[in-house]
Nanobody, 124 residues
Framework: QVVLVESGGGLVQAGDSLRLSCAAS????????MGWFRQAPGKEREFVAA????????EYTDSVKGRFTISRDSAKNTVYLQMNSLKLEDTAIYYC?????????????????WGQGTQVTVSS
């Protein structure tokens, strides 16, 4: 069993920054890719970013490239999502997930453990 707990969400203004954290406990996440997804009201859950097992490779959805950075600290069993220059359209519940594989994948079905989510609200 893997338990993932997200934190760091909140209400911010457009242009501000937030850093989300996802702490993992239980079975190790060191050998697996980790991902962040988000779901806005009335929309489907979408891929945001992912990082491979070593931290040496990352992928981002186009809308966040250059603004968001995913990273991981294996010693702390934690993955982060640094979000800069936040926009109104970034408003969503953000979920972290552990991948089934060491390599990065974008599809949600490639992730087997999910956190409960943290709300990010960007206001004008």
């Amino acid at each position: 069993q893997v338990v993932l707990v997200e934190s760091g969400g909140g209400l911010v203004q457009a242009g501000d920054s937030l850093r989300l954290s996802c702490a993992a406990s239980g079975r190790t996440f060191t050998n697996y890719a980790m991902g962040w997804f988000r779901q806005a009201p009335g929309k489907e859950r979408e891929f945001v970013a992912a990082i491979n097992w070593s931290g040496g490779y990352t992928e981002y959805t186009d809308s966040v490239k250059g603004r968001f950075t995913i990273s991981r600290d294996s010693a702390k069993n934690t993955v982060y999502l640094q979000m800069n220059s936040l926009k109104l359209e970034d408003t969503a519940i953000y979920y972290c997930a552990r991948g089934r594989f060491a390599s990065v994948h974008r599809g949600a079905d490639n992730y087997d453990w999910w956190g409960q989510g943290t709300q990010v609200t960007v206001s004008s």
